[in-house]
Structures are given as C-alpha cells and as structure tokens.
C-alpha cells in the first residue's frame, strides 16, 4: 500500500457499487495529492521529469473519475 498523503483520510474499500459517491476530493485534497505525486513522481516512475502541477491535478482527477467509475461498477 502507497503512504499515507497528509490531509487526506486512509481510503476504504467501497462495500458496493453505491459507495461510489463516497469517492471524492476536494479541490484543496486534489491539490494534496497532485503535491505527494510531484514529490514521489521520479522514484515511483522512473522518469526525471516531474510534469507541470496542473497536469498532475487532471492525472489525480482523470484516476478519481475512473475509481469512481469502477466502484460503481461492482455489484453488492
């Protein structure tokens, strides 16, 4: 399991597709995480180029749209 981001509460497993609602952030929460991803971006990737911080927010809600869309997806 990744660490914790500070701000934001350890992530439950959703009991059901209709915990999907439950899957979100706050702008300032979004803007917690794309920071932890701009601080861990070249040991987690690889890659020496950290990408601008706007384009680490639409990663943080493109993933957030996607989990979302997963949960929902499961039948309870």
């Not at 300032?28 to 920071?35: D, G, M, T």
């Not at 701009?38 to 987690?44: E, F, K, N, Q, Y």
């Not at 911080?53 to 996607?66: E, G, I």
Request: proline share 11%; net charge negative.
């Amino acid at each position: 399991m990744p660490p914790a981001v500070p701000g934001i509460p350890s992530p439950m497993p959703a009991a059901s597709g209709a915990a999907a609602g439950n899957l979100h952030l706050t702008q300032e929460q979004e803007e917690a995480v794309a920071a932890y991803l701009a601080r861990v971006w070249r040991g987690a990737t690889g890659l020496s180029e950290v990408p601008a911080p706007d384009m680490l927010s639409t990663l943080v809600d493109v993933t957030m749209r996607k989990a979302r869309e997963v949960a929902a997806s499961r039948t309870g």
